[in-house]
């Protein structure tokens, strides 16, 4: 997911008053905060800890599932607030406030459409993801072993309606990236629900109306948190609601055109620790306070 950075982009700042104002900041992982595989700026962690003492409530934001987050995070997600596949899992200090779960019967259709997709055989892979682990089945094992990679609980199954029920997403792999082609064979597939690339290789079926945009203003009602108050960065298609939902919105250098587009600041690329550099200048825009 990580694209050439644009050449010179300059990282471009909300006002005082906005830095000041924030309560919320919600960062997408791919792309994002991660550098090269899960590897989190150590900087980082430090910026988190003076979030946290000016009561700005910090919340991961991922298409990933929630065990990659613990491995990511640790022991300070009890302090955090989740996003987890897409927008279909939403968790706040540990209590879960919302999961939205596909039925069995949407499920078997969306997974029985996706073996009729060209290149199944020997180009694609599907993940069904549960609460707790991934299923994952395809016929190759090559494709097998570049898909399992992205999970941190995942288990390759002959049939992955033998053993699924109700799942939060159903997600394609595509060894040769994701293609309008593939994306319109989902839509065709999944009549209904969303459909939402946020990786250069997968692209994931949810519920209807379910992002992390949707995930987000779930969380600012929860908290009584207003857009305004609420910053966003991310990279890809699946950061697009979540942008939206934010007043204080940054794609990253390296962003996909339309996430770019739809953001009002860009910060560095993830390669150059992007989100790091620019919670550093939100801080002393704020300037000194505690919760």
């Known amino acids: 997911m990580t694209r050439p950075p644009t050449a010179g982009a300059p990282t471009s700042l909300p006002t005082t008053a906005e830095a000041a104002a924030l309560r919320l900041v919600a960062v997408d992982l791919d792309g994002t905060l991660l550098g090269h595989g899960v590897s989190v700026d ?7 800890d003076r979030l946290e003492e000016r009561g700005v409530q910090l919340c991961a934001a991922s298409g990933r599932q929630r ?34 779960v596909l039925g069995t019967e949407a499920v078997a ?33 090559a494709v097998a072993a570049r898909a399992a990679g992205f999970f941190h609980s995942v288990v390759r199954v002959p049939d992955v309606l033998e053993g699924a029920a109700d799942a939060l997403k159903v997600s394609v792999y595509s060894a040769d990236g994701v293609d309008a082609a593939l994306l319109e ?89 992007g989100v790091v550099r620019v919670l550093e200048e939100l801080l002393d825009l704020m300037g000194p306070g505690t919760r």
């Not at 987050?69 to 879960?96: K, P, T, W, Y």
């Not at 073996?115 to 994952?136: C, E, H, K, Q, Y």
């Open 42 to 48: 150590p900087r980082f962690w430090s910026l988190a």
């Open 67 to 100: 065990h990659t987050l613990v491995e990511v995070f640790g022991g300070r997600l009890a302090r955090m607030s989740l996003i987890c596949d897409n927008g279909a899992f939403l968790e706040h200090r540990g209590q879960v406030l919302h999961a939205e």
């Open 109 to 141: 259709r969306t997974v029985r459409g996706m073996r009729d997709l060209p290149g199944f055989a020997d180009r694609l892979a599907i993940a069904v993801s549960g609460p707790g682990t991934v299923l994952l089945e395809t016929p190759s094992d």
């Open 185 to 273: 064979g989902l839509h065709r597939t999944a009549p209904g629900y969303a459909v939402v690339q946020g990786h250069d290789h997968w692209a994931d079926v949810t519920g209807a109306g379910t992002d992390k945009g949707a995930a987000l203003r779930r969380l600012q009602l929860e908290l009584g948190v207003t857009r305004e108050q609420t910053a966003a960065f991310g990279d890809h298609l699946n950061d697009l609601g979540m942008l939206a939902a934010a007043g204080v919105s940054f794609a990253m250098g390296n962003a996909h055109p339309r996430a770019a587009a739809a953001a009002r600041f860009r910060a560095p690329a993830n390669t150059e620790a």
